[in-house]
């Protein structure tokens, strides 16, 4: 079964600090993955997306990796501002299913000053 | 504002009733896409249209669920005889559509449903 779990649930900052977000995945044979940012009340927005050749992306202060051999992809925030707080949503692509995706149930940030 | 676009954005509504929700997609996408999430979790899909064809279906989509996109521009999502276990945000999301890996979805801001 196709399955993303995303570590940790939820996770509580201080302004200006870094922090690291773990999403394991089982999907397989394996087409790409994204994560996406959801705001309170939001539709989740991508931030970045990566293919199976691809270790390292980043957006502005969000740095995302993969490993591919052993099914792991981690999200990095620098300096974290309080506007970061959100769920952060790890989502895997499968090459069988068209474009179906499948979600891990997200890590709630919280940045507080 | 050229994003996806849903309505209403609330609905409380009482056990058994009926409820139907829009999602506006952007023009030029083909794809459109029904998820729906509940609270801590993240999105379940549900089915998608690629352009009028409804191309497939979870097996969340129950009976009581039907999702139309008759010109292939907007969608509607309707739920008959309403449950509890209903109460969720529902997603809506819209791509291009093209045969590429990296076809991005783009989410509308969701319809909220509380079954009282």
């Known amino acids: 079964k196709n399955q993303v779990e995303q570590s940790p649930q939820s996770l509580i900052i201080l302004e200006g600090k870094n922090c690291t977000l773990q999403?394991?995945?089982?999907?397989?044979?394996?087409?790409?993955l994204r994560w996406y940012k959801q705001d309170t009340g939001r539709g989740p927005v991508s931030l970045t997306i990566?293919?199976?050749?691809?270790n390292t992306k980043s957006n502005g202060r969000y740095t995302a990796t993969l490993d591919a051999d052993t099914k792991q992809s981690s999200l990095h925030i620098t300096a974290s501002q309080l506007s970061d707080s959100a769920s952060y949503i790890c989502?895997?692509?499968?090459?069988?299913?068209?474009?179906?995706?499948?979600f891990g149930g997200g890590t709630r940030l919280m940045v507080k000053p | 504002d050229t994003g996806v676009s849903q309505d209403p954005r609330h609905k409380i509504t009482k056990r058994g009733q009926n409820v139907t929700f829009r999602c506006d997609p952007i023009?030029?996408?083909?794809?459109l896409y029904w998820y729906r999430q509940t609270l801590g979790q993240g999105p379940e899909f549900l089915t998608y249209?690629?352009?009028?064809?409804?191309?497939?279906k979870s097996r969340l989509l129950s009976d009581r669920f039907s999702a139309e996109r008759p010109k292939g521009s907007f969608s509607t999502l309707e739920i008959q005889r309403t449950e509890q276990g209903d109460s969720a945000m529902y997603l809506c999301?819209?791509?291009?559509?093209?045969?590429?890996?990296?076809?991005?979805?783009?989410f509308g801001p969701g319809t909220r449903l509380t079954v009282l």
């Open positions: 989502v895997v692509r499968n090459n069988n299913a068209g474009n179906m995706l499948t």
């Open positions: 249209f690629q352009n009028e064809a409804q191309l497939e």
């Open positions: 023009s030029e996408h083909n794809r």
């Open positions: 990566m293919t199976f050749s691809e």
């Open positions: 999301a819209s791509s291009l559509g093209t045969y590429s890996s990296t076809d991005t979805q783009y």
């Open positions: 999403c394991n995945y089982t999907v397989s044979p394996f087409s790409n």
